[in-house]
């Protein structure tokens, strides 16, 4: 609500106070016939005179009398809300609503949402993972976090990081067991971790070589929709997985995990924070958008 909205039952409590037209519009900065106007327009909406005028006093009626006892402590109840909310332009405070798909909220979470938490430890992160593609518009949320090629046009992005990559992986005793396969069809000949999506279809493992997509649609002892649960079954030796790099990095890294048919899985678009191209937004939502910028840039 804007001042404007709020000014006649202002000018109310200010004459109402004041006990003088004279002084109420001093008070509130305003010339003395704009106030008598506010107050002209308050009465013809209620119906009744809120003030007894003559050309020595003014005092409230009846009416007045109760209309301020009412009125009075909500006024005074708007007017702090609205301090509180003009506060948060000035210093990061409140809540953030964020909604990620699972992997790239662990992808973020510590460059970027930890990393604000320390820097504004008065805002509040509300971060909520799922599988599915939201309006966070509709939803109640101020952002989201999704690959850059999934953002609705309508919205506002800001790249989050390098691009992203599928990594497929095994242990080194699997393939000392069964051998590597060479490419993506030669998969049809080994157990795989086979990967539910959120929309309950079992999904068709994705590969690309010089402008040649394949799907394979791999078989194995087991259908899973948690990346970490497909982890604990690779490194257990049950078959070979499918994942995104970030999953399996420090694996692969570790010589836990070897990575295959390297040459089929590219580079592809990379996370992408988004949010509607709002006005008047908080200081915490500002500072939060700035640091992914950030991010991006120092990425």
């Not at 900065?29 to 909406?45: D, F, H, P, V, Y």
């Not at 409230?60 to 005074?76: S, Y």
């Not at 952002?143 to 790249?159: N, S």
């Amino acid at each position: 609500m804007s001042k404007d909205g709020l000014i006649e039952l202002e000018a109310v409590m200010a004459i109402a106070r004041r006990g003088s037209f004279r002084q109420a519009a001093l008070e509130l900065g305003m010339s003395t016939s704009a106030l008598s106007s506010s107050i002209g327009k308050i009465e013809r909406q209620l119906g009744v005179q809120l003030f007894n005028r003559t050309t020595r006093s003014v005092s409230l009626t009846d009416a007045g009398r109760r209309f301020v006892e009412q009125v009075g402590p909500a006024l005074e109840d708007i007017q702090e809300a609205m301090r509180t909310a003009r506060s948060q332009q000035a210093t990061p405070s409140g809540t953030i609503r964020i909604n990620a798909f699972a992997t790239a909220a662990q992808e973020v979470f510590a460059p970027l949402i930890l990393e604000y938490l320390r820097r504004y430890p008065h805002v509040h992160i509300d971060l909520v993972t799922e599988g599915k593609l939201v309006d966070v518009v509709d939803s109640g949320f101020d952002l989201g976090i999704r690959t850059a090629e999934l953002v609705p046009t309508d919205m506002i992005a800001v790249p989050l990081g390098p691009a992203r990559r599928f990594a497929v992986v095994a242990t080194p005793d699997y393939l000392a067991k069964h051998g590597a396969p060479e490419t993506p069809s030669d998969l049809l000949g080994h157990p795989c971790i086979r990967i539910r999506l959120p929309n309950g279809a079992r999904y068709r493992w994705q590969f690309t070589q010089n402008g040649e997509t394949l799907h394979v649609d791999v078989a194995g002892p087991v259908t899973l929709d948690e990346p970490h649960l497909a982890r604990m079954a690779v490194l257990d030796g049950i078959g070979i997985g499918f994942f995104m790099e970030s999953n399996v990095r420090d694996d692969i890294a570790a010589g836990r995990l070897v990575r295959l048919l390297e040459d089929w899985t590219p580079p592809g678009a990379p996370l992408a924070l988004y949010y509607p191209g709002r006005r008047n937004q908080s200081a915490a939502l500002k500072a939060f958008i700035a640091l992914a910028r950030a991010m991006s840039t120092n990425a």
